[in-house]
């Protein structure tokens, strides 16, 4: 039985290694992180690296729920496919497993409590713009990328793991802004 950890951020500014130090100590031999939304399992290869990895009697673990995901069917669908391939899911705060029978009606409350928060979240998110837009506060998002630095960086031949680097970002955001740039061009 191997115990494997997922950690997961949703954006690049925040930082897995209070999740990853929890892991270890709760004796995860291998953890995987990954900086992506849990909003859908879109993109999230490290997750999906993982639940390929994953034999009989071995064990997911992570911190909390919304870790693994904040949409119920997501989580429902992340447990089923981890125990068709003979594999349990853990989570540790609070601490809940799917060992057990009680494990899958909790996991399934708390997977429709993540969901109702995350609504809950960008219910406010949209309250809080439009009050700002009335006081004229509100001018949109701030960029969180240089674009125009990843795509001089590419055209100067840098490859995508040392634009990553420099651009603090991620190389599949390096290639999204990339595969963007192209369409553009393509279309003027």
């Given at each position: 039985m191997t115990k494997i950890g997922y950690a997961r951020v949703s954006t690049a500014d925040q930082d897995f290694e209070i999740q990853q130090q929890r892991l270890q100590?709760?004796?995860?031999?291998?953890?995987?992180?990954?900086k992506v939304s849990g909003a859908s399992r879109e993109g999230r290869t490290e997750l999906a690296t993982i639940i390929e990895f994953l034999r009989e009697g071995d064990e997911l673990v992570v911190t909390r729920l919304d870790r693994l995901g904040r949409d119920t069917r997501d989580v429902l669908n992340i447990v089923h496919e981890c125990e068709q391939r003979g594999a349990f899911v853990t989570i540790l705060d609070p601490h809940v497993s799917t060992r057990g029978?009680?494990?899958?009606?909790?996991?399934?409350?708390?997977?429709m409590v993540a969901q109702m928060e995350r609504r809950f979240i960008k219910e406010r998110q949209r309250e809080g713009i439009a009050r700002a837009r009335q006081?004229?506060?509100?001018?949109?998002g701030k960029a969180r990328l240089n674009h125009e630095l990843i795509r001089t960086l590419h055209h100067h031949g840098i490859g995508a793991s040392e634009i990553a680097r420099r651009a603090a970002c991620s190389r599949m955001q390096v290639y999204r802004?990339?595969?963007a740039s192209d369409h553009e061009i393509v279309e003027k």
């Open positions: 100590s709760e004796g995860c031999v291998i953890i995987r992180a990954e029978e009680m494990g899958h009606v909790i996991l399934t409350v708390l997977g006081a004229g506060a509100y001018h949109g802004i990339l595969a």
